[in-house]
């Protein structure tokens, strides 16, 4: 009986995950359709942990890998969603690249119908050959200036 009500509520936890980056393209790397959940580390916080930030949702996924074209994958899925961004000013943007590749962005797309405010970020690091990619989505009420007094880039 405790073993299905613990089903039921992850079920439920990563339904609501995915339902927060509902029409994101990303949202197929959170899903584990680009690489494996089980190569990830992912890590998801709601509610009143982050009431601090200003912030209602903060899902990441952390992983490496070895090949370009995961990558590069990634980084197409990044630009199709920065599409949606809140506008082309590059006030509610932050974009580095190196060598003609993503390195590290944060992007605020169109607000929520309920009006929180919706970010996407992304950093992608080269360790000999290898990839380590970050990604996160961010839900809530903080402002782009907020997030980079709170996460400032390393």
Not at 2 to 21: K, Y
Not at 64 to 82: A, G, I, S
Not at 97 to 125: M, P
């Given at each position: 009986?405790?073993?299905?009500?613990?089903t039921?509520l992850v079920?439920?936890?990563?339904?609501l995950?995915?339902?927060?980056?509902k029409?994101?393209r990303?949202?197929?790397?959170?899903?584990?359709?680009?690489?494996?959940?089980s190569?990830m580390?992912e890590?998801?916080?709601?509610g009143d942990?982050?009431?601090?930030?200003?912030?209602?949702?903060?899902?990441?996924?952390?992983f490496?890998?070895?090949?370009?074209?995961r990558?590069?994958?990634?980084e197409?899925?990044?630009?199709e969603?920065?599409?949606?961004?809140?506008?082309?000013?590059?006030?509610?943007?932050e974009?580095?690249?190196?060598?003609?590749h993503?390195?590290?962005?944060?992007?605020?797309?169109?607000?929520?119908?309920?009006?929180?405010?919706?970010?996407?970020?992304?950093?992608?690091?080269d360790?000999?050959?290898?990839?380590?990619?970050?990604?996160?989505?961010?839900?809530g009420?903080?402002?782009?200036?907020?997030l980079?007094r709170?996460?400032?880039?390393?």
């Amino acid at each position: 009986m405790n073993r299905t009500i613990t089903t039921i509520l992850v079920m439920l936890c990563v339904s609501l995950c995915a339902f927060a980056q509902k029409g994101l393209r990303i949202n197929d790397v959170f899903e584990g359709k680009v690489i494996l959940k089980s190569k990830m580390q992912e890590s998801l916080i709601k509610g009143d942990n982050l009431a601090s930030y200003n912030l209602k949702v903060l899902h990441t996924v952390k992983f490496t890998t070895p090949f370009k074209l995961r990558r590069e994958e990634v980084e197409k899925l990044f630009y199709e969603d920065m599409e949606n961004r809140l506008s082309d000013d590059d006030e509610n943007m932050e974009l580095e690249t190196r060598n003609g590749h993503l390195y590290y962005a944060i992007v605020q797309l169109s607000d929520t119908e309920k009006g929180a405010h919706r970010y996407i970020c992304y950093q992608c690091r080269d360790k000999s050959g290898d990839y380590d990619i970050t990604l996160v989505y961010m839900e809530g009420k903080a402002s782009l200036a907020d997030l980079r007094r709170t996460f400032k880039k390393k």
